[in-house]
């Protein structure tokens, strides 16, 4: 009787190379329903909300068409979506790591590739890259039809102006920063419930103490023409929402031309566009730092 072998394959030496990583990643981020439905919900909110607003902004125009306001009020009405899509994007950006946590997938995954942070930084990646275009597409599709709402009233804009296009382009840049932030935050703490809460805790609520603290520090002092209590601004004022909302701001493309990256006004430090952006691309470095440093020494 004769019997049939099977060749044997000398993988000795093999390895994943980081490319081979970014595919495998690619793979996961396109086949799971959560991230379709993420990329999905948060096309439509940004699109969605640029109609919506753009038609009630064409109510605070001018009567002369070509007015100064347009192009503000097209930005504000293109980037109106924003901070909802950022929440999105955050959601996803823990989904995208403490899930496979959670399910104990991450064994695998690291069992397939030892190397820890080679998968890690592939992971950072394929989100920040695939969130940026993801959004960068939403907005243009948005400014797009906000350019033809605005036009069939006669207020026609250039949609490529700088002043314009910047600030779309800071938008894209700043929900992916805002994917990768919750990303950190999700490999750190490294359960889906309590990296949501943090996450959501520092973009929404936090933001919130500090402006009350604002008020009511200044209350007295607006009654009795006392000086401006500033420090809760000043505070605020780097946090990942406040920072990253200058990257959108009317007064991007300026920014982009010259200046320094904060200013004092008498209500306490203003960022600059990038002034904004190194903030919060800070706290993208330090949280994913830190959680990419603790990974190479906890078990999982």
């Known amino acids: 009787m004769s019997h049939s072998t099977v060749p044997h394959t000398d993988l000795t030496g093999a390895h994943l190379t980081f490319w081979g990583l970014l595919r495998s990643e690619w793979i996961k981020l396109t086949t799971v329903r959560s991230t379709l439905w993420c990329y999905a919900i948060l096309a439509v909110v940004i699109i969605g909300l640029a109609v919506l607003i753009g038609v009630l902004q064409l109510r605070n125009l001018g009567t002369q068409p070509g007015s100064d306001q347009t192009l503000s009020l097209a930005l504000g009405s293109t980037t109106a979506g924003i901070q909802l899509a950022e929440l999105v994007a955050a959601v996803l950006g823990v989904l995208l790591i403490a899930s496979e946590y959670s399910t104990g997938m991450i064994r695998s995954t690291f069992t397939a590739a030892p190397r820890r942070i080679p998968v890690v930084l592939a992971k950072a990646v394929v989100l920040g890259v695939s969130t940026f275009v993801v959004t960068l597409v939403a907005l243009a599709i948005a400014l797009g039809v906000v350019e033809a709402v605005f036009s069939a009233h006669g207020f026609a804009f250039d949609a490529v102006d700088w002043h314009i296009s910047m600030p779309v382009l800071g938008a894209a840049v700043y929900v992916a920063l805002i994917a ?57 004022a780097f946090l990942p929402a406040q920072a990253g909302a200058q990257l959108y701001s009317a007064n991007t493309a300026a920014d982009t031309r010259g ?22 691309a800070a706290w993208v470095v330090v949280v994913g730092g830190v959680a990419t440093a603790l990974v190479k020494r906890r078990d999982v």
């Open 259 to 280: 200046g320094t990256a904060a200013t004092i006004v008498d209500s306490g430090i203003q960022l600059n566009g990038w002034g904004g952006f190194g903030v919060l």
């Open 180 to 236: 990768l932030l919750a990303f950190g935050a999700g490999l750190l703490i490294r359960a889906t419930a309590g990296s949501l809460a943090t996450v959501l805790g520092l973009l929404l609520i936090v933001p919130a103490i500090f402006n009350v603290l604002y008020a009511v520090l200044n209350l007295n002092g607006a009654q009795t023409g006392a000086g401006l209590v500033t420090w809760p601004h000043d505070v605020s």
